[in-house]
């Protein structure tokens, strides 16, 4: 249902921007959120957007990191810049989507996102 692209290996101090597509028979999406995980680490809230672009970031993140959305491509963005070693973890999407089956919480499969020089 939902499809990550965008991750790679970039130096400190890049950008990367990674998409997320939700596919399937999509009647409407509320909240699309990317969460990023660390080797060794818990699973964290990087940036939230709401149906109405409302959007929320994590404090190591903001001013960095830009989340929106595409509502007609289904597909929500997030847009990093100013990388740093510590950005390093795999990006998963997720969001809250109205199907023929009804509402539920879908995740991507995950993106590497790897900082270094």
């Known amino acids: 249902q939902l499809q990550a692209s965008g991750g790679g290996l970039v130096q400190p101090g890049g950008s990367l921007r990674l998409s997320c597509a939700a596919s399937?028979?999509?009647?409407?999406?509320?909240?699309m959120n990317w969460y990023r995980q660390a080797p060794g680490k818990q699973r964290e809230l990087v940036a939230r957007?709401?149906?109405?672009?409302?959007?929320n970031y994590a404090d190591a993140v903001k001013g960095r990191f830009t989340i929106s959305r595409e509502n007609a491509k289904n597909t929500v963005y997030l847009s990093m810049s100013s990388l740093k070693p510590e950005d390093t973890a795999v990006y998963y999407c997720?969001?809250?989507?109205?199907?023929?089956?009804?509402?539920?919480?879908?995740w991507g499969q995950g993106t590497q996102v790897t900082v270094s020089s």
């Open positions: 997720n969001a809250g989507v109205n199907t023929v089956e009804g509402w539920g919480a879908y």
């Open positions: 399937g028979t999509i009647f409407s999406i509320a909240v």
């Open positions: 957007i709401t149906s109405d672009d409302g959007t």
